[in-house]
């Protein structure tokens, strides 16, 4: 790929922009919410390659809760790091999914994330 990513990985990017700070969120959940379901592998791939250095990669997590890394390595220990930051507790390299895990409410499923009000304008 000639510098630009594809629309499937920018639509993926964006999926992992919205997972909020404390919550996480699995590979194949973010494909799925990118309309690519069953194409978690794909997920990895865009956030290897984001040339953007300011999507969250650290919300996501293996299908179980586990920490996407092996553990004691630099980027397991950085993750980690990163997720305690936020308050999300990991254990044993996993992290609970019914107590961290991102579920959209309804009208973010119906409408899309929040939109912010323009700055200085109320």
Do not use: C
């Not at 194409?39 to 996501?60: M, N």
């Not at 019914?98 to 994330?113: H, I, T, V, Y």
């Amino acid at each position: 790929m000639s510098g630009k990513l594809s629309d499937a990985a920018q639509r993926i990017l964006v999926v992992v922009r919205r997972v909020p700070r404390g919550r996480v969120a699995s590979y194949g959940q973010v494909a799925a919410e990118a309309g690519l379901k069953g194409r978690a592998r794909l997920v990895g791939w865009a956030l290897r390659h984001d040339p953007a250095d300011d999507t969250p990669w650290w919300r996501i997590m293996r299908a179980g809760g586990s920490l996407a890394f092996p553990r004691g390595s630099a980027p397991f220990e950085e993750q980690s790091r990163r997720l305690a930051r936020e308050g999300v507790v990991v254990n044993a390299g996993k992290v609970d999914l019914a107590r961290f895990g991102w579920k959209r409410s309804l009208d973010e499923q119906l409408w899309g994330p929040p939109v912010a009000a323009p700055r200085g304008k109320r």
